[in-house]
């Protein structure tokens, strides 16, 4: 996965040199990951992307649902097929190292 995307999967595994492997596993519902070096705070406080000190980190994000930066702020709205209500929702996942 590129760094910045966000996956709708069913499972999705993090491991690096000389650590042991951690999953996750979905319930019947897609999960949606992402695994990125910064934090939201170190991002927001550079005006481009070139001014952000190496990190040494990786932030990972596990959710059900999720709109996208940009959502007609920028024109055009998704699609109604792909729009993101404030319902209440839930899923479950199983962590496994």
């Not at 590129?2 to 492997?21: D, K, M, T």
């Not at 007609?72 to 993101?84: D, G, K, W």
């Amino acid at each position: 996965m590129e760094y910045g995307n966000h996956e709708e999967v069913r499972w999705a595994e993090l491991s690096g040199s000389n650590l042991p492997s951690i999953q996750f596993n979905a319930d019947d519902h897609l999960m949606q990951i992402s695994a990125i070096p910064y934090t939201d705070e170190e991002m927001f406080s550079v005006e481009y992307k070139i001014d952000l000190p190496k990190s040494n980190s990786t932030v990972f994000t596990l959710s059900t649902k999720t709109l996208g930066v940009g959502s007609a702020s920028c024109e055009p709205q998704p699609l109604p097929q792909y729009l993101i209500w404030t319902d209440a929702t839930h899923f479950t996942y199983d962590i496994n190292l």
